[in-house]
């Protein structure tokens, strides 16, 4: 039982990798013996791993047909970016009330290298936007890491991941406006590069320093408006110049 279990865990986290890379493509049909085969594994662990994977919406039961992972909308994402920062404002406001210097010094820390990291161009440096990401996020962990709660801790953890597949969904068409129309590609990055300014986050930075609870919320609600509003004018752009190699429009309309 426990080599089945420790086996079942072990294609929980490839499958789920593969979904959250896109990997295997928002919408794509999910067969147990396809998947049995293409992962080497048992079927009664690919039924598990599936279940499994639909508790977390990530892949959508369907009725006598199986499973599908799940697609992306734009309401969706609009969706997951209102939660997240719901969810993680709370849990900064947490923080800063339980947090002690330790905590404050992995903020600092954290921040310091974040700011150092310039915003990079989504079209020209794979390994800038790798390392900004790594820096990002270990910041925004640094942020919440003080709150008390494991339960609201996994939440935001599992909306985050999902948001994950949308940011390589809109990475990859941008890649491919920059091969159809490199003119367009250039207006769409910088939009996409006002998602990773510093100001947003320099203001986080302040509010958990400056240990300022009551602003912890509205703190986080400005830097998800800015990613709303980003996310918004990179989906009309994307559709207007008929990026078509992901399907982006089919995906986020």
Known sequence: MCALQSKSDRLYQRMRQDILRLDLAPGSALRVHSLSERYGIGLTP???????????????PE????????QLSLDGLLDLEQSRSTI????????????????????????????????????QDDTALE????????????????APSPLMQRFRK????????????????????AQTKPDQAERAAQVF?????????QRLYDVALNRDA???????AGHSSISTQAFLQLGDLLQNNGVDARSFQEALS
């Not at 404050?104 to 290298?113: I, K, L, M, R, Y």
């Not at 009551?214 to 986080?220: H, I, L, T």
């Open 88 to 123: 993680e404002g709370k849990l900064f406001f947490d923080a800063i009330t339980h947090g002690d210097d330790a905590w404050e010094a992995t903020v600092v820390g954290s921040f310091h290298h974040l700011s150092r990291s310039p915003v990079p161009s989504i079209l």
């Open 158 to 177: 599992t909306i985050t991941d999902r948001l994950g597949r949308y940011y390589i969904h809109i990475q990859n068409g941008l890649r491919d406006l």
């Open 46 to 60: 690919v039924r598990e791993c599936l279940n499994r994977l639909s508790t977390e919406q990530l892949v959508i």
């Open 131 to 146: 390392d900004w990401t790594r820096y990002h996020e270990r910041f925004h962990n640094a942020l919440i890491a003080a």
């Open 63 to 70: 009725h006598n047909k199986g499973f599908r992972v799940a």
């Open 214 to 220: 009551d602003a912890a919320m509205e703190s986080f």
């Open 193 to 201: 590069a006002t998602s990773m300014e510093l100001a947003p986050h």
